[in-house]
């Protein structure tokens, strides 16, 4: 994965034998193989912001029903022949070409060092350079031993081109002497300007066809800057391929904006006229099916709305089965007796148990009646002997 852009490094370094030179030319591949796979994500964003308004009518229909929403948005796409994902290209693309790239120049300036330092004490001792153990130089990585740059860089300190050592940061130039360091900085400010320079033309493209916020629009324009400055703990090398690869970008933004803008009939015009009748509807329809997974929700939560003859229907029928008697419901066979109420008798089923004051109340009573009968008896006369 990282031999070919190391061998195709190292064979333009072969040409031109300037490494400055060979890091633009390979800059300049990277870009070639990166501006197909961006003119295409460009072409599929303002293809699906032209259909903007149809979108926007599909969300209001089909608010309440996610799954018939989906299937028509694929049939659209299906119809104008739109890929929602061709907008990712670029940026699945340029991750691992950032991370190879990266790793590449890294490796021109490879010192052994901690657990790998007995492997380059090896080396050099199979070199007949029993010197340079002490103090060792380059050993570049992923480079053919018997290619021009290998040979260029083995044993060596430094990567001198234009009067600055590729193989150091701006950080550690500055660290040696302000004087010297002072050309890396102004190197790394140099790629900050780039940068902003590149992120002003897309943000001039977004002013004719907006389709973001104006504080995403900024937060846009400026994070590549903040991104420039980590450039000062990174080689020199590194820098000097990132400057001429932001140069080819600035090209190719001026080709897009050209291609894409140029007149009223373009692609982006189209674009931009039909952003603003979504916008327009959306104004015109607040409560539309617009808006995502939290706006859906709280849709749902604020109910059916007077345009919504589903959801009304629905509560309508809803209603009037509250309101119709129900069915007598089959009694429960286990009854909980109620608090401080004695647990009927096995003997007593079926009859209600008394409370305490209707038991005390039955006790009198039956008490009184007893007496009432004992003293209504006539009394027997005792028979003398």
């Not at 820098?239 to 897009?256: G, H």
Request: charged share 20%; glycine share 6%.
């Amino acid at each position: 994965m990282f031999e070919i852009p190391a061998a195709l490094l190292s064979w333009f370094y072969g040409l031109t034998n300037s490494y400055t030179i060979a890091i633009a030319l390979i800059a300049a591949v990277v870009m070639a193989i990166t501006t197909p796979l961006t003119l295409k994500s460009t072409k599929g964003m303002l293809e699906m912001q032209k259909l903007a308004p149809e979108m926007r009518k599909l969300q209001n229909e089909y608010r309440n029903d996610r799954t018939k929403l989906n299937e028509e948005m694929m049939k659209l796409y299906q119809e104008h022949k739109v890929n929602p994902m061709a907008s990712c290209l670029p940026l699945l693309a340029q991750a691992p070409v950032f991370y190879i790239m990266f790793r590449v120049l890294r490796g021109l300036a490879y010192r052994p060092a901690g657990a790998a330092r007995p492997v380059a004490d090896a080396v050099w001792g199979a070199f007949d350079r029993p010197d340079e153990v002490l103090d060792p130089g380059f050993i570049p990585r992923y480079l053919a031993i018997d290619s021009a740059l290998y040979e260029s860089l083995f044993g060596e300190q430094s990567i001198m081109t234009l009067g600055l050592d590729l193989s150091k940061s701006a950080a550690e130039a500055v660290a040696e002497g302000f004087g010297t360091g002072i050309w890396y900085v102004l190197l790394v400010v140099l790629l900050a300007v780039l940068y902003f320079a590149q992120q002003r033309m897309v943000a001039a493209r977004a002013s004719i066809s907006p389709t973001m916020s104006a504080s995403q629009a900024k937060l846009m324009q400026y994070l590549p800057v903040f991104f420039a400055i980590f450039q000062i703990f990174f080689l020199a090398a590194l820098v000097v391929y990132y400057l001429f690869q932001t140069v080819f970008r600035i090209l190719q933004q001026a080709y897009i904006t050209r291609a894409f803008y140029g007149h009223d009939e373009s692609l982006g015009r189209q674009a931009q006229r039909a952003g603003e009748a979504a916008r327009e509807e959306a104004k015109n329809n607040p409560d539309g099916g617009g808006g995502g997974f939290f706006a859906q929700a709280k849709r749902d939560l604020a109910g059916p709305t007077a345009d919504d003859p589903k959801s009304a229907a629905k509560q309508k029928n809803a209603s009037k089965a509250s309101k119709s008697p129900s069915t007598p419901s089959k009694p429960s066979k286990r009854v909980t007796p109620p608090k401080n109420r004695p647990t009927p008798s096995s003997g007593a089923k079926g009859r209600p148990t008394p409370s305490r004051q209707e038991a005390q109340a039955n006790k009198s009573k039956a008490a009184k009646s007893a007496k009432g009968s004992k003293s209504s008896r006539p009394k027997s006369s005792k028979k003398s002997s």
